[in-house]
């Protein structure tokens, strides 16, 4: 099957993928983008679904393969993620952060404060599942920022640390990204859903 998503943004290619996907029983989806970081949301989402994935690009354009093995094969790596994913729910929260300052007003004020929230968070007894940085909190994640140290240390803790793809791109910062790793809109969604509360500082 192959499905054609160039000129769609985050999280249009991984919906139609994931969709594309459920109907096939097994085989090889072909997913056309132009977009690097689709290529690498994509990625993402077949390790989640236990496909296999590879890409060529051709010019302008990627073609990604992701390749879905008969159910019976991977039926032990689905119970792995179900195992996975009920430890991850497990008194699970989710901070998000969207901007590079906490609260109005102020802006060097705001940055002095979301830096302290971050490193507070790292001295809490009860640590979140993940932290989640979007639209201008994405400079939050990359070289430069004055809170990599705290944000490393969440990770070192068990926390999952997600950069909003799209959000790095539109910055023109995907390359200096340090901690963590890039998401997408879909995955957002999902872990703000499934989350037993979000936190927005």
């Known amino acids: 099957m192959r499905i054609d998503v160039t000129g769609e943004v985050c999280p249009v290619p991984v919906i139609k993928a994931k969709k594309a996907l459920k109907e096939m029983s097994s085989g090889t989806l072909e997913v056309l983008t132009d977009s690097d970081v689709a290529v690498k949301n994509l990625e993402?989402?077949?390790?989640?679904?236990?496909?296999?994935?590879?890409?060529?690009?051709?010019?302008?354009?990627?073609?990604?393969?992701?390749?879905?093995?008969?159910?019976?094969?991977?039926?032990?790596?689905?119970?792995?993620?179900?195992?996975?994913?009920?430890?991850?729910?497990?008194?699970?929260?989710?901070?998000?952060i969207a901007s590079d300052r906490m609260g109005s007003g102020d802006a060097e004020l705001g940055k002095i404060l979301i830096k302290g929230f971050i490193f507070a968070l790292t001295q809490m007894d009860e640590l979140p599942a993940s932290v989640l940085f979007y639209n201008s909190g994405a400079h939050l994640t990359v070289e430069g920022s004055p809170c990599i140290d705290h944000i490393k240390a969440l990770?070192?803790?068990?926390?999952?640390?997600?950069?909003?793809?799209?959000?790095?791109?539109?910055?023109?910062?995907?390359?200096?990204?340090?901690?963590?790793?890039?998401?997408?809109?879909?995955?957002?969604?999902?872990?703000?859903?499934?989350?037993?509360?979000?936190?927005?500082?």
């Open 155 to 201: 990770e070192a803790a068990g926390v999952q640390i997600f950069t909003c793809g799209t959000c790095l791109d539109h910055y023109g910062i995907t390359d200096k990204l340090k901690v963590g790793s890039v998401t997408n809109m879909y995955e957002t969604v999902e872990k703000m859903l499934k989350a037993q509360s979000v936190i927005r500082p």
């Open 44 to 96: 993402k989402m077949a390790r989640t679904e236990n496909c296999l994935f590879s890409f060529k690009e051709e010019g302008d354009i990627f073609h990604v393969f992701i390749e879905k093995e008969e159910k019976e094969n991977v039926a032990q790596g689905e119970e792995d993620k179900k195992v996975l994913e009920a430890q991850t729910l497990k008194g699970s929260k989710v901070v998000a």
